[in-house]
């Protein structure tokens, strides 16, 4: 599955972080935390912020799948943010039955 970048710079990171994690995994669940004020000073962090987060993913898409080939998926889906300033996600991946 091919990597599906921000159609759109409208909205916020963490709204793009969603809708594109939405688009490619059609998550049961999906929480996106904007983490960047704990990281201030820290290498990548911005003044204006948006560029550490923290994703729980919750999907079927990831049954059978090893943890590191869930979050190739999950960063595949989010290649277009970190080409225009995301520097680094927490990521937890989960299967429906993982997460229940």
Do not use: K, W
């Not at 990171?13 to 059609?26: K, P, T, V």
């Not at 669940?29 to 550490?52: F, I, K």
């Amino acid at each position: 599955m091919s990597p599906t970048p921000p159609t759109s710079r409208s909205g916020n990171r963490a709204e793009r972080i969603e809708r594109c994690l939405r688009e490619a995994l059609a998550p049961q669940r999906l929480e996106v935390a904007d983490d960047s004020h704990l990281h201030a000073g820290h290498a990548g962090a911005r003044p204006e912020g948006e560029t550490h987060y923290r994703v729980l993913v919750v999907a079927e898409r990831f049954e059978g799948l090893s943890r590191v080939d869930r979050q190739r998926l999950v960063n595949a889906a989010l290649s277009g943010e970190f080409d225009s300033g995301l520097h680094a996600l927490q990521i937890s991946a989960r299967t429906p039955s993982e997460a229940a």
